[in-house]
């Protein structure tokens, strides 16, 4: 590696083609397809910030690549940072190490449970100059997942959700959740069942200690905030997201009335939409 070649240079070459690889072997929904079609809003002289892109629970980093695809096309370097999904002491921590590592101003997103470690990992940096949270928690200061999912009714999830046990560094045993294979009315009810198949194999799961951790930062009363409501979500209640970004005070929410909570993947463009509109408004 040559002095003059950053490390974000580096970690946005290699999310351009792991993400261009498997979006051409992953099937997606309509919109998906249609983002894939030439844009017009090519990149000018303006040098555009990194855009970060989080998962939550049940998730990799691939659920934001038909999302990637079309930011890329649009000119902006993107990574897709891995979540560990062990909780705030955990995956905070981690997701603010990798925003230290980026040169330049970023754009942070996140999704679900990806919404809670960007509210703690974006806090006090100076380099995050938006906040965009899909489908996603925005806990303020001593709340916990927990809190939020039970503030609404209407989250299907838990039933779908499998426990299973395994050992931590520390010896002590905790509990994963994982989705089940019969997760998708819950969970993504708007993609294809053979997309929700291959989401399903190849999904993260996700400490269940997590939604007990209280919030220790609060990003979004620092930093500009926006918001996508999926008006079917099954996961975290569509009632909850939208008053959890009225009390962020979020700059614009969009709402995409028949999505399920896997936005990202069924309605790609919107999504990269909003995260254009939030990098031209702050960047």
């Known amino acids: 590696m040559t002095p003059n070649v950053s490390r974000r240079q580096v970690l946005a070459a290699g999310a351009a083609l ?27 002289s303006r040098t555009k910030p990194t855009v970060v892109l989080v998962h939550g629970g049940y998730a990799d980093s ?21 979540n560990p999904l062990r909780g705030i002491p955990t995956d905070a921590p981690y ?32 380099n ?11 806990p303020d200061v001593g709340e ?33 959740l994982y989705l089940s294979e019969d997760g998708q009315a819950a969970f993504a009810a708007d993609i294809s069942p053979a997309a929700f198949r291959l989401l399903q194999a190849t999904q993260r799961p996700f ?19 926006w918001g996508l409501v999926a008006g079917r979500d099954k996961a975290i209640p569509p009632a909850c997201e939208r008053f959890m970004y009225s009390r962020a005070k979020a700059r614009k929410v969009v709402e995409a009335p028949t999505a399920s ?14 995260i254009h509109d939030a990098a031209t408004a702050t960047c």
């Open 18 to 44: 792991a993400g261009s690889a498997a979006l051409v072997a992953t099937p997606l929904g309509a919109e998906a397809a249609a983002a894939a079609a030439p844009r017009t809003d090519r990149p000018g």
């Open 62 to 82: 691939s659920c934001w690549n038909a999302v990637i695809a079309d930011l890329q096309r649009r000119g902006y370097p993107t990574i897709a940072g891995s």
């Open 95 to 126: 997701i603010a190490s990798l925003l230290d590592s980026i040169d330049g101003p970023v754009v942070l997103v996140a999704h679900s449970m990806g919404g809670t470690v960007i509210t703690n990992a974006a806090a006090g940096k100076s």
């Open 128 to 138: 995050v100059k938006a906040l965009v949270y899909v489908a996603a928690f925005v």
């Open 144 to 176: 916990t997942q927990a809190d939020l999912i039970n503030r609404y009714p209407g989250s299907e999830v838990l039933p779908v959700s499998v426990p299973v046990p395994y050992t931590k560094p520390d010896g002590s045993t905790g509990t994963e």
């Open 207 to 225: 400490d269940a200690d997590s939604f007990i951790y209280p919030t220790t930062a609060a990003a979004w009363r620092t930093i500009p905030t």
């Open 261 to 274: 909570h896997v936005v990202m993947i069924s309605h790609p463009r919107t999504v990269a939409d909003l």
